[in-house]
């Protein structure tokens, strides 16, 4: 039983000539992608991948990771593709499939040069391996927006594909078309990875993202694409390019997922486009839990519509639950949740509580329209005031002179919990020139270090990763307060 490749397999005997993959000029017919994929994967096999096997993929750019989580797939095997973070190796992997060595792992290692790609092309392809049931995972995914750290859940071929077109409002679904959707997120992260399946359950062209701003938005241009799936920050990136209004005409629907995207956002983007912007809330644990079709007079954190199949509850800090309109934890359970991590029982029981992904985020329910307040856990206890750091980041990004930002907590000399702003700043601005103003949109009490930094630290969705902020340049805020 292989039911992933079964579609490769159905897909290249029924439209053979039809396009399958598209990447800027780069056009893979279903025969093409379903001969490359095969050979990969009797490549792979010779390497001594089995059915079962998790595989670490790097290929180094994004045909070749997909071609490679294909190989996988004809093999039985699960993915987990590199987003760039050397804590893959903590997945406990059998093997790595890499453009160069993966620093810390200890499984086997499959050097993916041009020598072996040429070499994989003139095997002839074996018979698919086999799955050993309908819900074997084919997906580790491991990204956390907030810490960096692994969040290895894995999910099965019929619930990452049928995660696609959650979400899309009936009155819209007739406009909708898959096929002329571009998913500006790598593979690495969990909707790449959605979008690319469901092209290979659904018979499909799949738009493969350059996962650069230039090359998304000359591939809108350049396809008559009419819907954009991405972050906020790379819908902004694409958006920011010369005579963006123009060149993304085509667009009829805009995605918003990974963080939410605030009302300044989207009033900017209404000025250049007549795309109709729609922000999806989830996990990657649920995926997507609501949907909201963003207006000018949304009110503070509305997340939107609990999506059909999606339950949520709202807990104290007992677990004890609360009435509705009441802040509380938020926990979800979807039909797709595996309710575990793989390989961390503990983090396991603390998330997944009778049933319920517990994500950490703090809300209210009226009606099944969900409210968003913070994440418990990213939330900064700064001079006695909890502070949303998202909600700042958001503010301080509007600023003139300020390319990017994030806010983040830091101990100062004294063990007292303080805050700090990591800016990139355009040229022609100091900390200094800034300082006042980014200090009036904070509203700090303590002494605000602000701190000028080449980029900021993010997931492959967008994600401020503010744990690694604080490892970074905590010690240069530490210095900026005290000279304060």
């Not at 123009?246 to 997922?257: E, M, P, Y």
Request: aromatic share 8%; glycine share 10%; net charge neutral.
């Amino acid at each position: 039983m292989n039911i992933p490749f079964d579609c490769v397999e159905e897909n290249a005997r029924v439209k053979p000539n039809e396009p399958a993959l598209v990447h800027g000029d780069v056009v893979l017919s279903f025969a093409q992608v379903h001969q490359i994929a095969s050979s990969i994967g009797t490549a792979m096999r010779i390497e001594g991948v089995r059915p079962g096997n998790v595989l670490l993929l790097a290929g180094g750019n994004p045909i070749i990771d997909y071609m490679l989580s294909l190989g996988a797939l004809h093999e039985g095997a699960t993915v987990a593709i590199q987003s760039g973070a050397t804590y893959l190796a903590q997945t406990g992997a059998d093997f790595a499939f890499s453009r160069n060595p993966i620093s810390g792992f200890t499984g086997k290692t499959v050097v993916v040069n041009d020598q072996w790609l040429q070499q994989a092309q003139t095997l002839t392809a074996l018979k698919p391996g086999s799955f050993e049931s309908s819900d074997t995972p084919i997906r580790l995914v491991q990204t956390s927006g907030t810490t960096g750290i692994p969040k290895l859940v894995e999910y099965d071929f019929d619930s990452i594909a049928s995660f696609s077109t959650v979400g899309v409002p009936k009155e819209l679904l007739p406009s909708y078309r898959p096929e002329k959707r571009l998913t500006a997120l790598p593979l690495s992260a969990l909707a790449g990875a959605t979008h690319a399946y469901f092209a290979i359950k659904s018979g499909t062209t799949f738009h493969l993202s350059f996962n650069h701003p230039i090359g998304d938005g000359l591939m809108i241009q350049k396809r008559g694409l009419n819907s954009l799936f991405s972050s906020p920050m790379s819908i902004a990136n694409i958006f920011e390019q010369k005579d963006s209004a123009q060149n993304l005409a085509s667009l009829d629907l805009i995605f918003s997922t990974g963080a939410a995207m605030s009302q300044l956002q989207w009033q900017k983007l209404k000025l250049k486009t007549k795309a109709t912007i729609i922000n999806r809330f989830g996990a990657t644990e649920t995926g997507s839990i609501a949907w909201r079709v963003m207006k000018p007079d949304d009110k503070d954190g509305y997340v939107g519509q609990l999506l059909d199949d999606v339950e949520v509850i709202v807990a104290d800090e007992t677990g004890t639950l609360i009435d509705f309109g009441q802040i509380g934890r938020l926990g979800f359970k979807t039909p797709g949740s595996r309710n575990r991590y793989r390989n961390d029982q503990l983090a396991s029981t603390k998330q997944f509580i009778n049933g319920y992904f517990f994500t950490g985020d703090e809300g209210y329910l009226l009606g099944e329209e969900l409210f968003f307040v913070g994440r418990a856990d990213e939330r900064i206890n700064a001079g006695g005031v909890k502070r949303d750091p998202a909600t700042l980041d958001a503010e301080i990004c509007e600023l003139a002179g300020i390319v990017d930002a994030a806010v983040f907590g830091f101990d100062d000399s004294n063990g007292l919990r303080m805050l700090a702003v990591a800016v990139v700043l355009n040229s022609g601005y100091s900390a200094n020139k800034v300082g006042q103003s980014i200090a009036q949109v904070v509203r700090f009490k303590g002494n605000l270090a602000i701190v000028p930094v080449a980029s900021i630290p993010r997931s492959g969705i967008g994600k401020v990763q503010r744990i690694e902020l604080e490892n970074r340049y905590s010690d240069q805020a530490r210095k900026l307060t005290s000279q304060g």
